[in-house]
C-alpha cells in the first residue's frame, strides 16, 4: 500500500496480501459475471436459414459519416451479392455447404432469448446489494465474499448441463449467480472499515475495486480462445473449477478483522488498531435504524453522485460503440486492443487517483471534504462534460475512441470520491451505505439502453446529440447536489439512532436532537482523523 514497509520479520503486511488477494477476487467476481458474454456467441445457432439470408438483401444501412464521404466508394455488386453477410465474410455459397452437425452442440435461440439470458445475471444482481451489506456487518467480509464466489463457482459448473436442457433452467442459473454477486461491493466495503486505516483507503479500494477491469480485460480473450479451441462448455468448466482455487486461498488465508489474523505482525495490528480506535469506539447499535439512515441527506449525496457516474459511464459501455456503428461507421467491438483501452485507462487512473487522494490528505495539501469533493468532480462532472463533446466530433473516429478512453478513466477515481465517502459517514452500516448507493444507482443505469434507444429511434447525428446533452445535464445536477449536501462527518445514525422524528440532519454534520421538552441542542460530530503512519 504506497509507502507501506515490511514488518521487521521480513513478511509483506497482512493488508497488504488482503489487496492482493481482494483484488484477484474481484477479478474472478468478473469472470463469472461476464463468461456468459463471450461463451453465447459459440453457444448459440447463427441465423443460418436461406429465408433469413433473402430477408437481409437491400437492408444494408450505411453510418451517417460514410453517407456523407464514402457511399460512392461502396461496392454495390457485394451488398448485391452477399446483402449484409458481406462485411462478415458470409456468403451464399456458404449457405449451401453448411454442415447441420457443426451445430450439433449448440442452442437453437432467437435473439430476444439470447437477451434474456445474457439480462438474467442483472435481474439477480439487483436485488442483494442491501442485504450483503447488512450480512456482512453481522458475519463477516470472509463468509459473505467467499460464499458468495463459491456458489456461484459451483452453479457456473452446472451451466452446460442446465442449457442443454432448456433455456429457462441456463436462465434461473444466471438469475441465482446475479443474486449471490451482488452481495460482494458492500462487503468489502464493511471489510474495508475493518482493516484498512482512514489514510489508505481510497489506494485500497482504488486497487481491490477497480480490479473489476481487468476481470474484464482478461475475460474477454482468454474465454474467447476457450471457446474457440475446447468448445463452449469449457468456458464454464474451467472458469468455475479455477475460481474455486480462490476460494480456498480465501477461506485459508482471510480473516474478518486484524483481532483475528494469527500471522499478523504486532506492529502491523498495533497501528491498524490505533488508526481505526475512535471508529471502532463508537457505540454498537443494536437495530439498524433504517428511517434515519434513509432520511440522511449526506448518504443521499453519495448516492446521487454514484448514479451520475454510473449512468455516464453505462452510456459509455453500451452506447457509445452503436453510435460509432450507425454515425461514424466504425465499431471498437471489431478491435480487441481498442475494447480493452477504457477499462485498462480506467483501472491505471484508479490506481493513481487513490495514490494521489491519500497522499494529498496525509500530507496537509487538502482536508478530507475537498479530497472528496475533488475525485467526485473528476468521476462524474468531467465524463459528462466529455460525453456533450462527442456529439460534437463529427467524424473523427480517434477522437472518438480517445474521449471514451479518457471518460473511463476519469470514472476510475469514484473510489477516491463519492465511494470513499461511505466510510466517513458511518463505519458501523459501511456495508449497507454501500448496497443503498449500489442499488439505486444501478436501477437508473439499468434504464440508459432504454433511454437512449427511445431518444435515437432514426440514429441521427442530431438524435444522438440530445442523448449526449440529456446524460451531460444529469452528471452535472449529480455533481453539484454532491458537492452542496455531502459531509465527512460520522452520522449520528452510525451509533444507531433511531428515528426520523427524533433527528433532524443538516449539512456539515450538524444535528439537532429533539431532547423531548421542545429543548433543541444542536452539536458538531467529531470527523475521524489519525496521523500519518511511523512504522509501518
Known amino acids: 500500500m504506497g509507502a507501506v514497509k515490511k514488518t521487521r520479520c521480513g513478511m509483506v503486511p497482512a493488508r497488504v496480501s488482503l489487496a492482493l488477494l481482494t483484488s484477484i477476487g474481484v477479478v474472478v467476481l468478473y469472470v463469472l459475471r461476464i463468461n456468459m458474454s463471450v461463451a453465447i456467441v459459440a453457444m448459440v445457432k447463427p441465423v443460418r436459414s436461406r429465408d433469413a439470408f ?15 464521404t464514402a457511399a460512392s466508394n461502396v461496392n454495390a455488386t457485394a451488398y448485391e451479392d452477399y446483402g449484409e453477410f458481406g462485411n462478415l ?33 442483472f435481474y439477480g444482481y439487483f436485488a442483494t446489494n442491501i442485504p450483503g451489506g447488512r450480512l456482512a456487518e453481522e458475519y463477516g467480509t470472509k463468509r459473505v465474499f467467499g460464499g458468495s464466489i463459491l456458489i456461484s463457482a459451483l452453479l457456473t459448473l452446472l451451466i452446460p448441463v442446465a442449457a442443454r436442457e432448456s433455456y429457462i433452467f441456463l436462465i434461473l442459473l444466471r438469475v441465482i449467480i446475479g443474486l ?5 461491493y458492500p462487503a468489502m466495503n464493511v471489510m474495508v472499515a475493518r482493516w484498512i486505516p482512514p489514510l489508505e483507503r481510497a489506494r485500497f479500494m482504488s486497487v481491490s475495486y477497480m480490479s473489476n477491469s481487468l476481470g474484464t480485460i482478461l475475460t474477454l480473450p482468454v474465454c474467447a480462445l476457450i471457446a474457440d479451441t ?26 474478518d478483522t486484524p483481532e ?70 466504425f465499431s471498437i467491438t471489431s478491435t480487441g486492443l481498442l475494447s480493452s483501452l477504457p477499462f485498462l485507462s480506467q483501472f491505471l487512473a484508479g490506481i493513481v487517483s487513490g ?5 494529498l490528505v496525509s500530507s496537509g495539501h487538502i482536508g478530507v471534504h475537498n479530497s472528496r469533493r475533488l475525485f467526485c468532480t473528476i468521476s462524474v462532472l468531467l465524463p459528462g462534460l466529455l460525453i456533450v463533446l462527442v456529439g460534437y466530433m463529427g467524424c473523427n473516429t480517434t477522437m472518438a475512441v480517445v ?39 444501478y436501477a437508473v443505469s439499468m ?37 452542496v449536501f455531502s459531509s465527512v462527518e460520522v452520522q449520528p445514525w452510525n451509533n444507531g439512532k433511531p428515528s426520523c422524528d427524533e433527528e433532524k440532519m443538516t449539512n456539515g454534520g450538524v444535528v439537532e436532537v429533539n431532547k423531548g421538552e421542545g429543548n433543541v441542542e444542536e452539536k458538531l460530530l467529531k470527523p475521524v482523523r489519525v496521523d500519518k503512519p511511523e512504522i509501518v
Not at 448 to 473: R, S
Request: glycine share 8%; charged share 15%; hydrophobic share 45%.
Open 54 to 68: 433473402n430477408a437481409s438483401r437491400g437492408a444494408v444501412s450505411k453510418a451517417y459519416c460514410s453517407s456523407l
Open 89 to 121: 465474410g458470409f456468403n451464399a455459397t456458404e449457405q449451401d455447404d453448411w454442415d447441420e452437425s457443426e451445430d450439433s452442440d449448440k442452442l437453437a435461440l432467437t435473439s430476444t432469448e439470447r437477451g434474456m439470458v445474457l439480462g438474467a445475471f
Open 180 to 184: 449471490v454477486n451482488g452481495v460482494v
Open 230 to 255: 475446447m468448445g463452449w462448455p469449457a468456458v464454464f468448466y474451467i472458469t468455475g473449477g479455477a475460481s474455486l482455487f480462490w476460494v480456498a486461498a480465501w477461506l485459508l488465508l482471510m480473516h
Open 260 to 329: 483475528e489474523h494469527p500471522r499478523i505482525s504486532p506492529e502491523e495490528k498495533k497501528y491498524i488498531l490505533e488508526a481505526i480506535k475512535e471508529e471502532q469506539s463508537q457505540a454498537k447499535p443494536t437495530q439498524t435504524p433504517w428511517c434515519t439512515i434513509l432520511c440522511s441527506l449526506p448518504l443521499w449525496a453519495i448516492t446521487i453522485a454514484h448514479t451520475g457516474c454510473m449512468f455516464g459511464f453505462n452510456l459509455l459501455l453500451t452506447q457509445l460503440p452503436s453510435y460509432m456503428d450507425s454515425i461514424l461507421g
Open 355 to 359: 495514490v494521489v487522494g491519500d497522499w
Open 403 to 441: 474521449v471514451l478512453c479518457l471518460s473511463s478513466a476519469f470514472v476510475g477515481t469514484m473510489c477516491s470520491g463519492q465511494l470513499a465517502n461511505t466510510h466517513d459517514l458511518s463505519p458501523n452500516y459501511s456495508g449497507t451505505s454501500m448496497g443503498i448507493s449500489n442499488t439505486f444507482a
Open 447 to 483: 434504464c440508459v439502453p432504454v433511454i437512449a434507444g427511445a431518444m435515437t429511434p432514426d440514429q441521427t447525428l442530431e438524435e444522438w446529440k440530445g442523448v449526449f446533452w440529456l446524460t451531460g445535464g444529469i452528471q452535472t445536477f449529480c455533481w453539484l447536489f454532491f458537492l
